[in-house]
């Protein structure tokens, strides 16, 4: 139940390792696409498997929920649990399809939380399916989901593991039988209680926020000492019990995910008695990003009023359509209130990116963006800008200035190109006036240690 990007890949993977998957969905037109092939979203991997195992006879999608509920033996739920306005998850779409599961669902079905929910959840799925299921007996379990946008195939065929949270033998065993294929290549498979497994999804994510807002944190700090968080990063992830993975410095988090989840987590925890301010900080850091990033911008061109800023990457993160929650968008609507006229592309996400922004410019690239900008900003780490033609570009700008709000690009190739270079949590790259064509402006009064930095890296 539900076809986003939880619960299509889960329909399709479970159908590429041998089962037979009814996918449905209240969105009837995401339905029809999927029934003729197309996902609503792009995900690298998904179509071409989409295809296959529909092709296969094992996945099969229905508007209809009766139809897709009335043989199941398992039951996942993976509907959307949205932030409410005081950052509570938003259950409504749990409770709506554990009302859907008690009218249809054969007596003895496993239904399986695989959305993210605040820990207890399962005991109000399961008081919903007593109430309305007629005397039928339900079984409920977790089975949280750690996949991510843009690498969601292969992170749900080879999870680094395989969590489920149960109360009863009969969901231990139809999730063991179901995951057998995965089970039998090695994954290692965590069994706990419901409302551990739900906890323990919130609290990954939640860390792995945490992890990110901590580097940026240290990118603010690195920018005033001089130092270079990327080694720093470099330094503190040699140390296995640190690791390097979620340490890079850039605009923050974005996605549907994290930010959703750290509120839930803070509101429950609030609701428990048991306030967690750290999850304050790791959201102040987060939102101190993209200002972070916004005030080199206005550093440079001094004021933003007509100035074209050219902003490469809308999607989140690279490697998906996504623009919810975006770190690029949140600076692009800082950049707007300020003034200047901002031009963005990116490789998949533009379209979604101007639905949600109607004031952003398009290009349909980075050089189409970059013509005549006074400023070109990197909001999204898309593997493609970093071939861009330094040359070319610094020729069609009308100012050579770069921010790189994810420290895509080398610094020492940015000093070479002889362009004013502003990464993230690094040393600038400022050249030498006599070599340095037109200065935007001339700095005035005071100017920032950061900004004294010569390009010596
Ligand atoms: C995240 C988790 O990584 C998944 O394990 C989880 O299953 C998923 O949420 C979910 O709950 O559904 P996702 O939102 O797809 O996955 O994206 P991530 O790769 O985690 O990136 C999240 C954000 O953090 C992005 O905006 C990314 O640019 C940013 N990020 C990531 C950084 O700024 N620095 C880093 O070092 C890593």
Known sequence: ????????????????????????????????????????????????????????????????????????????????????????????????????????????????????VPAGTADRVLTTLQREGGGREFHVASNPEFLREGAAMSDALEPDRIVIGIES????????????????????????????????????????????????????????????VADVADVMGSDPRIGRAFLDAGLGYGGYCFPKDVAALKRLSERLGYALPLLDEVERVNEEAVEAAAAKVEEALWNLEGKRIALLGLAFKAGTDDVRFSPALALARRLLAAGAVVVGCDPRAASNAKGELPELELADNAYEAASGAHALVVATEWPAFRELDLGTLKEIMAYPLVV??????????????????????????????????????????????????????
Request: net charge negative.
């Open 1 to 116: 139940m539900g076809t986003g990007h939880v619960g299509l890949v889960t329909c399709v993977t479970f159908a590429s390792i041998g089962h037979e998957v009814v996918g449905t969905d209240v969105d009837v037109e995401k339905i029809e696409l999927l029934q003729r092939g197309i996902p609503p979203f792009f995900e690298p991997g998904l179509e071409e498997a989409l295809k296959q195992e529909s092709a296969s006879g094992r996945l099969s999608f229905s508007t209809v929920a009766a139809e897709a509920l009335r043989n199941a033996e398992v039951v996942f739920i993976c509907v959307g649990t949205p932030a409410r306005a005081n950052g509570d998850a938003n259950l409504l779409a749990m409770e709506q399809s554990a009302s859907e599961i008690a009218r249809h669902a054969p007596d003895g079905a496993v239904v399986v939380e695989k959305s993210t």
């Open 169 to 228: 033998p009969r969901s231990l065993e139809v999730l063991s039988r179901l995951y057998a294929p995965l089970l039998d290549t090695g994954i290692h498979l965590i069994v706990t209680d419901i409302r551990t497994a739900e906890l323990a999804k919130h609290a990954s994510n939640a860390f792995l926020a945490m992890k990110i807002s901590f580097v940026n944190a240290l990118a603010r700090l690195c920018e005033r000492a001089g130092a270079d």
């Open 404 to 457: 790189d709000g994810r420290n895509l690009f080398d610094p020492s190739e940015m000093a070479g190109a002889g362009f004013w270079y502003y990464p993230t949590g690094r040393p600038p790259v400022v050249p030498e006036p006599a070599a340095a064509g037109s200065l935007p402006i001339e700095p005035v009064g005071d100017v920032s240690p950061i900004e004294q930095r010569s390009a010596a890296r």
